[in-house]
């Protein structure tokens, strides 16, 4: 195995043992979680719209064929979510 596959194994292992000291360490206290919780996911969702601006669209805009078709199809998902969430039917506090 190359020492950059293993540096690679290691770092996936180092972010996931942190993580896990994190949720452990929140789940002692529900009261924290509860408040934590929400940050959490707003976190988690920044992210991933950051990628997804950042690194899919453009890659999606430079793959495409039809270059007309990928800012439509992102708006209909944004409009898609803003209808599952405004509905009422996804909430955070039906997770909790």
Known sequence: ?????IYALGSVALVSIISLVGIITLSWNTKILKLCVSF??????GALLGDAFIHLIPE???????????PLLVLAGFLLFF???YNGSF??????
């Open 40 to 45: 959490l996911v707003a976190l988690a969702i």
């Open 1 to 5: 195995m190359s020492i950059e596959a």
């Open 60 to 70: 999606a805009l430079a793959e495409s064929k039809n270059k007309d078709i990928v």
């Open 91 to 96: 909430t955070l506090q039906s997770i909790l």
């Open 83 to 85: 209808i599952i969430c």
